[in-house]
């Protein structure tokens, strides 16, 4: 059970304290309900731009890392299609020094020429490396609009386009902080050795004074039923041909979400799972395959990916994989295979509670998802999940006509040279 109190400024900011005096160590963590889900298509790639452009200096402090480090603290950040969260770690005695870098650039970015150029190089050299010179790198920038048409979650949280960030504007840039950066729209959790009341009284000290801004309500396109299976065939120079599969599933505030992360576990998660048996171990026919969840807080993804053997054909392998998949839809799970997936889930839970930095993470997200509570009812939620709930969800989420599926083809360049004459 992890213990912890709440409150709210005048402005908005919703504020929660988990106390911790075993550890030496204190916790920022500022969640911004602000993803890449957030961005007009037009203009994608601005929510990762902004965790970069946050570290370039803000209205007071015009370097955000030395004062940090001075005191001994460490910082970072990551941006989702659903989020943008800041987090730094710092001694106990010198929180106040974190509370002060986070409330100003909370309230006003410095907003340079020159921090936007710099930063836009980062990301876009960041875009290239990543996503168009690694090794299947490019396979999220197809895999989500194929399986997203309508929805924001059809490009990545890095853009749609490169050139989306290239030519950002400081007046889109400013825009977007106005819109998303404030009080309102925020989380902040204050976590490890530092009272409830010590906490509170530097809240309302530095993040008191800032306007609340205008709050953001999102209004976002629902993604329509897929009722056709999608696929698209790819040739790229990589060691391996490799197999992707997408299949929509619901969000993370929807009943049927864990019963759904059951599924992917029970079909591909560790060397103990029917896809890893069956296709690695016995017929060989892939050198590595796993299924996940994207968690996404509105209806997400179900993800089946992994690398052939050489010679493998793409087609027999994608059968291999649908003949599991449909088992999973035909048979009922039994209570042995569903409680060890359940156990497996629990535990890594568990983990995730062992770290402070993770556990102010996990109650600012569980805030998020509407009671920063639900931090302490995962287990539970897990635990609850049926026998007939997994066959149900299967039969609904598994159908081959909600799938979308990459046959990802590995070509020397050489042919893919010869392909394009």
Not at 120 to 143: C, I
Not at 345 to 362: D, G, Q, V, Y
């Amino acid at each position: 059970m992890i213990e912890f109190k709440e409150f709210t400024l005048d402005n908005g900011l919703r504020v929660i304290v988990h106390e911790d005096h075993t550890s030496p160590m204190a916790v920022l963590n500022i969640l911004y309900d602000v993803g890449s889900r957030d961005e007009e298509e037009a203009h994608t790639g601005f929510a990762h731009l902004f965790e970069h452009l946050m570290f370039s200096g803000s209205k007071n402090i015009p370097s955000y890392d030395e004062p940090l480090q001075r005191v001994g603290g460490e910082n970072n950040a990551f941006t989702s299609p659903d989020v943008t969260n800041y987090y730094l770690s710092l001694p106990a005695q010198n929180i106040e020094t974190g509370f002060w870098l986070e409330s100003d650039r909370m309230l006003e970015l410095a907003f340079s020429e020159n921090g936007l150029e710099v930063q836009r190089k980062v990301v876009v050299e960041e875009f290239k490396q990543n996503y168009l010179n690694q090794p299947y790198g490019d396979v999220w920038l197809k895999l989500r609009p194929l399986a997203y048409k309508e929805h924001s979650y059809k490009w990545a949280t890095i853009g749609k386009e490169i050139s989306h960030i290239e030519e950002a504007t400081m007046d889109i840039v400013k825009a977007f902080f106005r819109k998303h950066y404030s009080p309102s729209n925020a989380i902040l959790v204050v976590a490890g050795n530092v009272t409830f009341d010590r906490a509170k009284e530097l809240t309302e000290k530095w993040f008191g004074p800032i306007p609340a801004g205008e709050k953001y309500e999102r209004q976002l396109t629902k993604e329509p039923k897929q009722t056709e299976a999608r696929t698209l065939e790819v040739s790229a120079d990589v060691p391996l041909s490799a197999l992707y599969k997408a299949y929509h599933m619901p969000g993370r505030e929807q009943p049927d979400y864990h019963a759904v992360d059951l599924i992917s576990d029970i079909l591909g998660r560790g060397k103990s799972s029917r896809l890893y048996e069956r296709l690695v171990t016995e017929q060989k026919l892939f050198n590595s395959v796993a299924a996940s969840v994207s968690g996404n807080i509105e209806p997400g993804l179900l993800i089946i990916q992994g690398k052939l053997n050489e010679g493998v054909d793409l087609q027999v392998a994608n059968a291999a994989v649908e003949t599991i998949v449909q088992e999973m839809i035909d048979t009922p799970v039994n209570e042995e295979e569903l409680n060890k997936v359940k156990n497996q889930a629990e535990t890594s839970i568990l983990f995730s509670e062992i770290e402070l930095l993770n556990r102010a993470m996990n109650l600012a997200y569980s805030k998020l998802l509407g009671d920063a509570d639900l931090i302490n009812q995962e287990g539970e939620r897990v635990q609850a999940v049926t026998p007939a709930d997994i066959q149900r969800c299967a039969k609904e989420v598994l159908r081959p006509t909600n799938c979308s599926t990459i046959l990802y083809k590995a070509e020397k360049k050489e042919k893919l040279a010869e392909a394009e004459v």
